[in-house]
């Protein structure tokens, strides 16, 4: 783990160029998509990977933010990145991005191994991560490097210091400061709305290096909240 800053747009540009580019994720909110950054620093190709349907009002807010941006030529993939089978359903792309997604789904592990799975070189993960100690009016919890803490299972006690943190820093963290429903009653599949880990920069450092790849880049985003790992495939 590094406790630099890194910066994920610099990041891409650089590597980006001549190069297939996915963004996994990128959809929600259009503002933090990298899709027509890749594309203005010389990516060859350009997709959109998102889980949303295509009745989300995003894919058309998406379309205008590229369009404004002056981009036609870009492609939208529906797809979940948890699903099994991902790099037959929708290819490989030589740079992969994925930011803001991690903690929202249940397999952590089966995801970096389904983003590695589609890049043929890069992978750019960035997530939501706590520091390891916790302290409030509320109580105090620790984050084990060793670990995440998987949120649905979280004591009251727990609960009520992580909210009282979230409060205080103005954030929303679903599952966290409101409440949320994890598994879809009828096909009792996980719901990807919610949090389900909470973990260390250093824990996610561990993961994505226990996988066959290289670190070339890591550190932390600018506000220290969300950490960012650049890795190339072994
Ligand atoms: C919190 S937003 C992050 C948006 C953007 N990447 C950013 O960092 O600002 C999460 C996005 O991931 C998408 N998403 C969540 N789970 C997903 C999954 N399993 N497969 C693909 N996309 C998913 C959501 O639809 C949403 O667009």
């Given at each position: 783990?590094?406790?630099?800053?890194?910066?994920?747009?610099?990041?891409?540009?650089?590597?980006?160029?001549?190069?297939?580019?996915?963004?996994?994720?990128?959809?929600?909110?259009?503002?933090?998509?990298?899709?027509?950054?890749?594309?203005?620093?010389?990516?060859?190709?350009?997709?959109?990977?998102?889980?949303?349907?295509?009745?989300?009002?995003?894919?058309?807010?998406?379309?205008k933010h590229c369009s404004d941006k002056g981009f036609q030529k870009y492609e939208k993939i529906i797809h979940d990145i948890s699903a099994p089978k991902t790099a037959k359903?929708?290819?490989?792309?030589?740079v992969v991005h994925c930011s803001g997604v991690m903690y929202h789904l249940h397999d952590i592990i089966g995801f970096i191994s389904n983003l590695l799975s589609i890049?043929?070189?890069?992978l750019l993960v960035t997530s939501e991560v706590l520091p390891s100690t916790i302290e409030n009016s509320k109580?105090?919890?620790?984050?084990?490097?060793?670990?995440?803490?998987?949120?649905?299972?979280?004591?009251?006690?727990?609960?009520?210091?992580?909210?009282?943190?979230?409060?205080i820093e103005n954030r929303n963290?679903?599952?966290?400061?409101?409440?949320?429903?994890?598994f879809n009653r009828s096909t009792l599949t996980p719901n990807f709305g919610p949090w389900w880990w909470l973990f260390t920069a250093e824990f996610m450092s561990r993961l994505v290096s226990g996988f066959p790849v290289?670190?070339?880049?890591?550190?932390?985003?600018?506000?220290?909240?969300?950490?960012?790992?650049?890795?190339?495939?072994?």
């Open positions: 783990m590094k406790d630099a800053v890194m910066r994920k747009t610099t990041t891409i540009k650089k590597i980006v160029k001549g190069k297939t580019f996915a963004d996994v994720g990128g959809l929600w909110g259009t503002k933090g998509e990298m899709v027509t950054q890749a594309l203005s620093a010389g990516a060859t190709r350009a997709a959109m990977i998102d889980k949303l349907d295509k009745s989300s009002e995003w894919w058309e807010r998406f379309d359903k929708i290819g490989r792309f030589d890049s043929n070189e890069y109580g105090r919890i620790h984050l084990d490097d060793n670990g995440a803490i998987c949120v649905p299972y979280l004591s009251k006690e727990s609960l009520n210091v992580l909210r009282e943190y979230f409060r963290a679903m599952g966290i400061t409101s409440n949320a429903v994890f290289e670190i070339m880049d890591e550190g932390f985003s600018k506000n220290k909240k969300i950490y960012q790992i650049l890795v190339r495939r072994l």
